[in-house]
């Protein structure tokens, strides 16, 4: 196994929260979301990063801390909120902001995750992806680590595919149950004991954060449906080994944007050297 190569911290900013767990890229925007704060904050990409705060307290959300763990744009003002206790995704509208529907998230009888799933809340979704017909990628961070495609029962799993956008589900509340595994191969498993953000970059390729591996990976152009076991294409080390990286987000130029789960709103924001993008789709 060669060693990865190692990416530089070229310089650190601030995001407004206390333990950030997740960071998108919406056009010109980032989002970012908390574990303990019911608020999504935006900033447009700039080098001064202004950050606005969206209040959503009165969506009636769990009490004892929100457990959102990732963020994903799926139109102009709407974005997928994943939860990790529950179990579930929330489609808001951030405009009003309002509550469109709740995707419960299910591991079914006889899956090999169905006793961690259920028994250990910190080792549910960690990261959350669009697949195609509305399907989900949920990331699972640890204990295994794994890949998980949630659909509605019945339906067949899509997988992933570089280059095919990714489809909001439809309009109301659902039960999403798991129609496809992929598990981390021995390689990547080691580079990447855990799995905390999962983005797709600019070169349409998908890319995995590691928490205790202070490692990004890509993974190859796509995941079959089947399910099975996936190896990375390219791993990097970052410098340092910074505490608690949550949020990936990577930009046009190849620039990483890595946001840190800590206990302060200050220096939580690292942005990297570029990365050597994959091939671009002819």
């Known amino acids: 196994m060669s060693k990865p190569a190692k990416l530089q911290v070229r310089d650190v900013s601030d995001i407004p929260l206390r333990e950030v767990s997740g960071l998108a890229r919406r056009d010109g925007e980032l989002l970012a979301v908390g574990d303990h704060e019911p608020v999504v904050f935006v900033a447009p990409i700039q080098p001064q ?33 994943l939860q990790e ?18 995707l419960a998230l299910e591991v079914p009888d006889g899956h090999r995750l169905r006793q961690s799933w259920l028994g250990d809340r910190s080792s549910r979704g960690e990261s959350l992806l669009l697949a195609d017909r509305g399907h989900l990628l949920v990331v699972k961070e640890k204990d295994p680590a794994a890949i998980l495609e949630f659909g509605p029962a019945g339906d067949d799993p899509v997988g992933w595919r570089r280059g095919v956008p990714g489809v909001a589900p439809a309009p109301g509340d659902a039960e999403l149950t798991v129609l496809a595994t ?30 205790q591996g202070a490692a990004i990976a890509r993974l190859p152009d796509h995941l079959d449906p089947a399910g099975g076991t996936v190896e990375a294409e390219a791993i990097w080390r970052i410098a340092d080994r910074p505490e608690n990286p949550e949020g990936l ?34």
Do not use: M
Not at 85 to 99: C, F, K, S, V
Not at 255 to 277: F, G, H, I, M, Y
């Open 182 to 211: 992929w598990w981390l191969g021995a390689e990547l498993s080691e580079r990447l004991p855990d799995i905390s953000d999962a983005t797709v970059g600019p070169d349409g390729f998908l890319y995995l954060l590691s928490d």
């Open 85 to 102: 206790q529950p179990a579930r995704a929330l489609h808001i509208d951030l405009a009003a902001p309002a509550l469109l529907s709740t």
């Open 249 to 282: 987000v990577i930009l046009e130029d190849g620039t990483p944007l890595v946001a840190l789960d800590t206990k302060s709103p200050r220096q939580n924001l690292l942005r990297l050297e570029p990365l050597p993008l994959g091939p671009l789709p002819s």
């Open 49 to 81: 990063l202004r950050w606005r705060g969206i209040d959503l307290t009165g969506l009636n959300l769990p009490s004892g801390g929100t457990q959102f763990e990732a963020v994903v744009p799926t139109g102009a003002d709407t974005v997928l909120l």
